[in-house]
């Protein structure tokens, strides 16, 4: 019988097959910061394990990991959400959220923007208030608008769920992430 491999992909896998988000898991392992997005050998993608094929599929592009591998070269970068329309630049928006409004909206505010297609909450994106929103060049102020736009019904009134929208380049919002990230883990520990 042959030894049993304990690479940190194996791990992974079996980690993704419990429930945990595979991408995540491997990053963990091979002790990567998880905000660094395109500089990982994951090339962007956010590979979540598809039990109908027993696959790992980008949640993003949904391409399946076996394909963006099949190349000589490095793994193909991931061109995120279908409305960001094949742009591999990522800008993000800081959004605040109404003080007026009652208790948080924020995740409703993140299905919002996931909702548009062309934005989305990152992993660690939310703190004090505040949610970090990802998009691309060439939609972001599409996305912008929409947020600004956007209310929620308080008490039968319309409040406007967004204090403040400020575009940042991905620079800026990928360390904003990272502080997030770093908050949570002084406070929780490393996320699994
Ligand atoms: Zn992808």
């Known amino acids: 019988m042959p030894k049993k491999q304990s690479t940190s992909a194996q791990r992974a896998r079996e980690a993704a097959r419990q429930g945990a988000k595979y991408t995540q898991a491997l990053r963990s392992h091979a002790g990567t910061a998880a905000s660094v997005r395109e500089d990982d050998r994951f090339g962007g993608h956010e590979f979540e ?20 591998r099949d ?5 193909r970068p991931c061109a995120g959400l279908a409305g960001y329309g094949g742009d591999t630049e990522r800008v993000y928006l800081l959004l605040t959220e109404n003080p007026a409004l009652p208790y948080s ?30 998009s ?38 990928r360390a904003i992430i990272a502080e997030n990230r770093a908050a949570y883990v ?7």
């Open 49 to 68: 394990y598809e039990q109908a094929t027993d696959l790992f599929r980008c949640t993003e592009c949904r391409v399946y990991e076996v394909t963006a």
């Open 71 to 75: 190349t000589d070269r490095p793994i």
């Open 105 to 134: 909206h924020v995740a409703a505010l993140a299905g919002h923007i996931r909702g548009t297609g062309i934005g989305r909450a990152p992993r660690f994106s939310c703190r004090d208030g505040r949610l970090l929103a990802e």
């Open 136 to 173: 691309a060049p060439s939609v972001v102020a599409d996305l912008a608008r929409r947020v600004a736009l956007l209310t929620f019904t308080v008490d039968g009134r319309e409040v406007p769920a967004v204090s403040s929208v400020d575009q940042l380049t991905a620079e800026a919002g």
């Open 186 to 192: 002084a406070e929780y520990g490393e996320p699994t």
